[in-house]
Nanobody, 134 residues
Framework: EVQLVESGGGLVQAGGSLRLSCAASGFAFDDYAIGWFRQAPGKEREGVSCITNNDGSTYYADSVKGRFTISSDNAKNTVYLQMNSLKPEDTAVYYC???????????????????????????WGQGSQVTVSS
């Protein structure tokens, strides 16, 4: 059974930090791309960051570049999203997702941006709430 379990969300003041974790099981982790998405109330889901586990390439949305860092521990089948300098507009439910087509994910992320990622991810976690107060 495929599982993606997010943890690490919470309430933080603007300027603070949080680290989200995504623990994966039930699929060949090293052969997948893992992405972080977020959805704020009344807004569409948007891509935040992704990593291709075969080579460790990382990609970021412009809105989080320089503040968020994605990393992967392939031995633990876990992907992390370190979020620093958080802003109230980062408030959202954050989801991790896994996609098997690493080449397509990497190509889209590189040439069109993480925000263009949509249907390339097959498995999704349940989400973790991040709230940033001003």
């Amino acid at each position: 059974e495929v599982q993606l379990v997010e943890s690490g969300g919470g309430l933080v003041q603007a300027g603070g930090s949080l680290r989200l974790s995504c623990a994966a099981s039930g699929f060949a982790f090293d052969d997948y791309a893992i992405g972080w998405f977020r959805q704020a109330p009344g807004k569409e889901r948007e891509g935040v960051s992704c990593i291709t586990n075969n080579d460790g390439s990382t990609y970021y949305a412009d809105s989080v570049k320089g503040r968020f860092t994605i990393s992967s521990d392939n031995a633990k089948n876990t992907v992390y999203l370190q979020m620093n300098s958080l802003k109230p507009e980062d408030t959202a439910v954050y989801y991790c997702a896994a996609g098997p087509d690493i080449f397509t994910v990497g190509t889209i992320a590189q040439h069109l941006g993480v925000a263009a990622l949509r249907d390339e991810f097959e498995y999704w976690g349940q989400g973790s709430q991040v709230t940033v107060s001003s």
